[in-house]
């Protein structure tokens, strides 16, 4: 008795008093208890797997530019910069324009040009920079959408303001001009009569400071008359600030620096004429279409008789 007693013990003597090797059989009864062809299809599938997923690593190491047309996602996708994305949608809005007027929609090209001109101003209040090419192609596509309706005066005026903000945007982007010589500073308007010769040696300096006047305040004020018989001319300058009109001036080698500018339409005569960071008003005709165009494209000389 005393022998199988002792027996019995070794055999039950386990923390959990069941034989030795319970846990290891329960442990694998799920899976010995799954059907044969249920464990083949599990192996099958993995090896799949593991095969597809190495396969796919092969060809992105060998080609990965042909990763993401095959599902999988590019490792980095290059991202237009914000510039490039304004001028796009400034070329859009001038398509649906040219569009629009081309199928007789002439207040939804309006809206569309309205469109563009509000992306300049934005892009010029936001210092946003643009290649050189740009400026010429914004001036076809605006000649692109009038082109469809040629005589309509209100689609001429849109189409104008758009280009006048474009000559701005241009002006914007000239670096600013160092002030190295002699001022001379202005805060009242000041007249000049006519056959009268405004240059360095009769303003006294070479930069006619008049940025403590206000801003449309004009700075040079020539004979009402406003016209070339009255000789009146402004040379070797630079002005900033306030506002000046530009018609009925002779005007040569001057540089304006955040001048708003206006023009009327009427005689108008720029030689070596720059233009930094101003503003710019004219008339919203063709007269003020060809001077914007002048601008936006860089040139410094201009003559409407």
């Not at 563009?116 to 934005?122: G, L, N, P, R, V």
């Not at 006619?208 to 020539?222: G, K, N, Q, R």
């Not at 710019?280 to 410094?300: K, P, S, V, W």
Request: charged share 20%.
């Amino acid at each position: 008795m005393l022998t199988r007693g002792t027996a019995d013990l070794g055999t039950w003597n386990t923390p959990g008093g069941h034989p030795h090797g319970w846990h290891r059989r329960r442990r694998h009864r799920g899976l010995a208890s799954a059907p044969a062809f249920v464990r083949y299809a599990v192996l099958a599938l993995a090896a799949v797997l593991v095969i597809t997923l190495g396969w796919r690593g092969v060809r992105w190491t060998m080609h990965p530019s042909r990763a993401h047309s095959d599902g999988m996602p590019a490792p980095y996708a290059p991202v237009a910069p914000p510039s490039e994305l304004w001028q796009r949608d400034f070329a859009d809005a001038l398509d649906s324009a040219a569009r629009d007027a081309g199928e007789g929609n002439i207040s939804s090209a309006e809206m569309a040009v309205d469109r563009a001109e509000s992306m300049i101003t934005a892009a010029r209040l936001q210092a946003c920079a643009a290649e050189p090419d740009f400026f010429a192609a914004s001036l076809a596509n605006l000649d692109r959408v009038l082109a469809n309706r040629p005589d309509d005066q209100r689609l001429l005026e849109h189409v104008t303001l758009a280009r006048i903000e474009v000559a701005a945007f241009r002006s914007s982007l000239v670096p600013p001009v160092a002030r190295t010589v002699t001022s001379v500073s202005v805060g009242a308007p000041r007249e000049i009569a006519a056959n009268q010769l405004l240059d360095p040696a009769s303003l006294g300096g070479k930069y006619l400071d008049a940025t403590v006047m206000p801003d449309t305040s004009e700075i040079l004020l020539p004979p009402a008359t406003r016209s070339f018989a009255d000789n009146v001319r402004v040379e070797n300058l630079t002005i900033e600030g306030a506002a000046q009109t530009l018609d009925g001036i002779r005007w040569r080698n001057v540089t304006f620096i955040g001048t708003r500018l206006r023009y009327e339409g009427g005689p108008l005569d720029l030689q070596n004429v720059h233009f930094v960071r101003c503003r710019f008003g004219f008339t919203a005709d063709d007269r003020g279409a060809r001077l914007a165009n002048a601008i936006a494209l860089g040139q410094t000389s201009f003559i409407v008789e």
